[in-house]
């Protein structure tokens, strides 16, 4: 397996365990939104699976799209429900993470 390979499926399985924590975490916090803890535990759970190397290879980038997709949704609307807005810079980050998520799978 080639180096890059390994550094998508490292991020990756960092990026979405530590969603799904969060979201896990946010389940015992009433001031988050409980569908946005859902989505990002579904969200995470989704990257996790598309991390596993050589399974589901073939639905590996629909798997991290929709992955990235759902943590998005689910930041969006915890910050709506926390601070009463989007909070640009945070969904800058997840973003910025998300295209090295996307390009590494490209590089691989």
Sequence with gaps: MAVFSWILLITAALYGALSAYGGFAGLKDKETSLYGNVLMILGGAIILIAAVPEVLEKYQLILLISGLIIIHAA????????????????????????????????IK
């Design 75 to 106: 930041a969006v609307l915890n910050g709506i429900k926390l601070y009463g807005k989007i909070t640009v810079k945070h969904h800058v980050f997840r973003l910025f993470l998300s295209a090295i998520i996307i390009l590494l799978y490209f």
